[in-house]
């Protein structure tokens, strides 16, 4: 069974930084692209981060691109999201998913992790 | 690319046919995914390359559509519809379109 287990978030001052990790079990890891997306509270989803199998290749969206990194240890089944310079609009529950293949959508999902950034 | 949804919200009664629409800013060609987001819960990927359903989706979920334009149909909602539903272009980065909420009327 595909398993995707996120943690690492919480509450972060404005500035601040936060790790997010994602393990993952039940598939062949190191073999598929791993993503992160997130969702503001009330809100639509949004496209964060993407990472290729190997990790050779990343890919940012606009609002977090120089702030956030996307990456993986294919070694310990686990992907991570490093956050930096926090602000108020990257409150949101963080999913990591799984790519179906390269370039196919995402086929499983987390349960997600909440970050909140607030004084 | 942006994708536009509409309606925002689609009210119908279970039995009925619901309709969805993704519009895509420039072609996508084929790479567009249709997700399921219930209260609480992540998305479930639903349809990938625009018709192919995903694995255990039934088949009263049937996706169409190339180019910039896409639409999700459920031919007779169940109880279990009613939920958010997001797609997704693969083509050019990755984005969301902002989602259609399929309520009870």
């Known amino acids: 069974e595909v398993q995707l287990l996120e943690s690492g978030g919480g509450l972060v001052q404005p500035g601040g930084s936060l790790r997010l990790s994602c393990v993952a079990s039940g598939f062949a890891f190191g073999n598929y692209g791993m993503n992160w997306v997130r969702q503001a509270p009330g809100k639509g989803l949004e496209w964060v981060s993407a990472?290729?199998?190997?990790?050779?290749?990343?890919y940012h969206a606009g609002p977090v691109r120089g702030r956030f990194t996307i990456s993986r240890d294919n070694s310990k089944n686990t992907l991570y999201l490093q956050m930096n310079s926090l602000t108020a609009e990257d409150t949101a529950v963080y999913y990591c998913a799984k790519e179906g293949g390269s370039g196919k959508p995402y086929d499983y999902w987390g349960q997600g992790t909440l970050v909140t950034v607030s004084s | 690319i942006v994708l536009t949804q509409s309606p925002a919200t689609l009210s119908l009664s279970p039995g009925e046919r619901a309709t969805l629409s993704c519009r895509a800013s420039q072609s996508v060609g084929s790479s567009l995914a249709w997700y399921q987001q219930k209260p609480g819960q992540p998305p479930r990927l639903l349809i990938s390359d625009a018709s192919n359903r995903a694995t255990g989706i039934p088949a009263r979920f049937s996706g169409s559509g190339s180019g910039t334009d896409f639409s999700l149909t459920i031919s007779s909602l169940e109880p279990e519809d009613f939920a958010i539903y997001y797609c997704q272009q693969r083509s050019t980065g990755w984005t969301f379109g902002q989602g259609t909420k399929v309520e009870i009327k």
């Open positions: 990472l290729s199998s190997g990790g050779e290749r990343t």
